[in-house]
């Protein structure tokens, strides 16, 4: 058939067809990526992601947009790994210390080595996956890293001493896990996401882990007590598909890779600022007692009985080939220049 013009019809669509094809500002694609997340959409993990899903697609002129599923309505807490790399999400967020033997060198950060914040922590946790490019996380891209803010205990009895803490059903996981036993607690594991029925319920009668939960998970009305233990904090990871991350443009992988070290320092900032505006919320709104330690407690606590814990955990991952002393004192290093400590 003829058009007007005297072009054949197919030709006409052939055209057409190849002009779509073509590259060109005109045609810049869009892409879109799924985004898996497993607490709760007010949690700090969901939070950052948010923020940088607003960040990607301002830096990248709409190009990509990023469709977030937050609680678990993708991926679920230890899935989230194994989910990414099979392709179930373009990126996922997880807590590495769900999973204390998959990820070694960077669950270094969740030894009891008093880091100060979620910011130093964040910073920390970045350098040390820079320089030791752990094989955990050879399939995947990783786009940021990120810890929480040191642990405290979150309780339905005050918890004053460590006798009170004694067969106490507390929850925690990973790392946290081993300190809990070492104060005498009945240490009950389980993700966060879980978390909130387990503690209404009755299941556990508090929580370990760092205060923002007080008020992002409402936790505060059902602990009326928190002991400043000041103890570990939890490195997180963001990982990306890698043959979703090999199809990005060039320039998007840029902006994602300039991202990377932002958004660690933004979330941790954002943690320590949430555990600030929780604690006080909490007193508030619900009364919260917090509880601090005197310091012949604290030297007790975090350091006779968890010393330990670090020399096994270097022992142990010595024996399996990994520079686990080097790491330690990288770790500790480290946090020391990002705390602007000075020493003679
Ligand atoms: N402390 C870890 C990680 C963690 C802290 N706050 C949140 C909020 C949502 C999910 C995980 C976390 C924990 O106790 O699991």
């Known amino acids: 058939m003829k058009s007007k013009l005297g072009f054949s019809t197919g030709l006409l669509s052939a ?13 810049a694609k869009s892409i879109t990526l799924s985004y898996a997340n497993f607490p709760p959409a007010p949690t700090f993990p969901c939070v950052q992601m948010e923020r940088w899903k607003e960040e990607v697609e301002k830096r990248t002129d709409g190009q990509v947009s990023v469709q977030t599923y937050p609680g678990g309505t ?16 373009d990126i996922g967020c997880l807590c590495m210390a769900y999973q204390p033997g998959r990820f070694k060198i960077t669950n270094g950060l969740a030894l009891p080595l008093r880091i100060p914040n979620a ?8 350098d040390i996956y820079q320089k030791y490019q752990p094989k955990a996380f050879d399939q995947v891209k990783v786009l940021t890293m990120f810890t929480t803010a040191p642990s ?19 929850r925690a996981s990973g790392g946290a896990a081993q300190i809990l036993k070492k104060w005498g607690a009945n240490q009950i594991g389980m993700p966060m996401s879980e978390t909130p029925p387990a503690l209404q319920k009755g299941v556990v009668q508090g929580v370990f882990s760092s205060l923002e939960v007080m008020k ?6 059902f602990c009326p007590y928190i002991t400043m233990t000041k103890t570990v ?8 598909n890698m043959d979703a991350w090999n199809k990005l443009p060039q320039d998007v992988q840029k902006v994602f890779e300039e991202l990377g070290p932002q958004q660690a320092s933004w979330t941790g900032t954002y943690m320590d600022r949430q555990v600030q505006e929780s604690i006080a919320w909490s007193k508030e709104k619900h009364g919260v007692e917090v509880i601090e330690l005197s310091p012949e407690q604290d030297a007790r606590w975090n350091k006779t009985l ?12 010595q024996a399996k080939g990994i520079p686990a ?4 004192k990288d770790i500790r290093d480290f946090s020391a220049m990002y705390n602007g400590e000075f020493v003679n």
């Open 233 to 240: 904090l939890y490195p997180f990871a963001v990982v990306m």
């Open 152 to 170: 405290n205990i979150m309780s339905k009895k005050p918890i004053r001493t460590l006798g009170d803490m004694e067969g106490y059903d507390l």
């Open 306 to 317: 968890v010393a330990p814990i670090v020399d096994s955990w270097i022992e142990d991952h």
């Open 15 to 27: 055209v057409l067809f190849a002009l779509t094809l073509m590259p060109g500002p005109l045609q």
């Open 119 to 126: 910011r130093v922590g964040s910073m920390v946790l970045w």
């Open 216 to 221: 992002d998970l409402k936790f505060a009305e």
């Open 74 to 89: 993708l991926l679920g807490a230890k899935d989230m790994m194994d989910g990414v790399i099979q392709g179930q999400a």
């Open 325 to 328: 002393a080097k790491v330690v």
